[in-house]
């Protein structure tokens, strides 16, 4: 029991730390998306609406959380990437995140 303890306190304390942090870690990754959707570096929000949910010339993303596994939302989140691989893979994970909430 004790040893179970001690390794247990030993991956927590060796997790990256979103995995350690006690608050539920996709809130604040979503509240991090968000903020990129509509960044500059991003820019989503010029074809998708200010906040996604309204849509535009590009589709509105409400329930799209539904429509495609993390894997597909992924890919096709990327789709206005550079092809230099300008959107760094934890930013539009964290765009993802914020999609997925809506
Ligand atoms: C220049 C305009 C434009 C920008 C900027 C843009 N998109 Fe799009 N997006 C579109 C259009 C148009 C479509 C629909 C056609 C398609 O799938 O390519 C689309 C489709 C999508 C889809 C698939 C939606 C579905 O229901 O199948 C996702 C996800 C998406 N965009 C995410 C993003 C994200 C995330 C960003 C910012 C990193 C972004 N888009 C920036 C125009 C844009």
Redesign the pocket.
């Known amino acids: 029991m004790k040893k179970t303890l001690v390794a247990i306190a030993l991956l927590l304390a060796t997790a990256p730390p979103a995995l350690a942090a006690p608050a539920d870690p996709d809130t604040s990754i979503a509240v991090e998306g968000k903020r990129l ?1 509509a960044s500059q570096k ?3 929000h ?3 609406g200010p906040t996604g949910a309204e849509g535009g ?3 509105s ?1 409400t329930g ?1 959380g539904k ?2 596994d993390q894997t597909a ?1 992924m890919e ?6 550079p092809p230099t691989g300008a ?1 760094d893979p934890k930013q ?1 994970g964290a ?2 995140a914020y ?1 997925r909430t809506l």
């Open positions: 959707y991003f820019g989503c010029r074809c998708h010339m590009g589709p993303f799209i429509k495609y939302l096709r989140a990327a789709h206005n990437c959107c539009l765009i993802v999609l």
